[in-house]
């Protein structure tokens, strides 16, 4: 059985047709891509799945239950993580402390009032910044880093809560060629994790991530 499987995806913006009859299925396991020109609704396709907005018509099952309605924070807690295209650091915070939040994301508000979960979750914490080359950069201010540094923290983020699926958008967007190129190697281990749904333009890159690849016209 899939993991992620969605059919017939349609997405109106007004009168404009940005899905249309859209079919994906991703398994267990798997790196998928994701490729088409730009306004081809790559984008549009990864926020209908993690619920950033709903697809007007079409079903998406996630691990075996219709998410279709779900409202985001459920899916998240299902085990869907999405980075969007756009970088979203906290610039003025700690590189650390964007990583903590990603984590307290999911805890209880009462853990979160009485902030007890900082010290239990510091290991986590570094965990997912040794993982993205970033742990001697803990205690700068996520703003300090460089571009391709807060697309690494913003993947770290994602994939710190363990999602079953992580969606990347463009993650390499703006990267220099050796960037790109770590960050295929950054990606590699989490195969044993988790599946990954990646939008990328460079099909080099693909070859030597993904299983399979979806094209969208
Ligand atoms: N929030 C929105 N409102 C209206 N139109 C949108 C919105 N988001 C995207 N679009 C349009 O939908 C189409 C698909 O966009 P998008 O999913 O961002 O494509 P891609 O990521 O493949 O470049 C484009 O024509 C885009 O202009
Ligand atoms: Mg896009």
Redesign the pocket.
Known sequence: MALLEVSGATKL??Q?R?LDGVDLSVEVGTFHGLI??????????LKSIAGAHFPTTGAIRFDGADITQLPPYQRARSGLSLKF?ITAVLAELSVYDNVLLALQSLEGNWSLLFSRSRKRLDADVMHALERFRLADRADNLAGELSHGEQQWLEIAMALAPRPKLLLL?EPTGGMSPEERRVTGELLAPIRSECALVI?EHDLDFFKNICDRLTV?D
Do not use: F, M, W
Not at 36 to 45: A, I, Q, V
């Open positions: 913006y007004g404009l940005a088409g020109p730009n306004g081809s609704g790559k984008s549009t396709l295209q958008d939008v969208l």
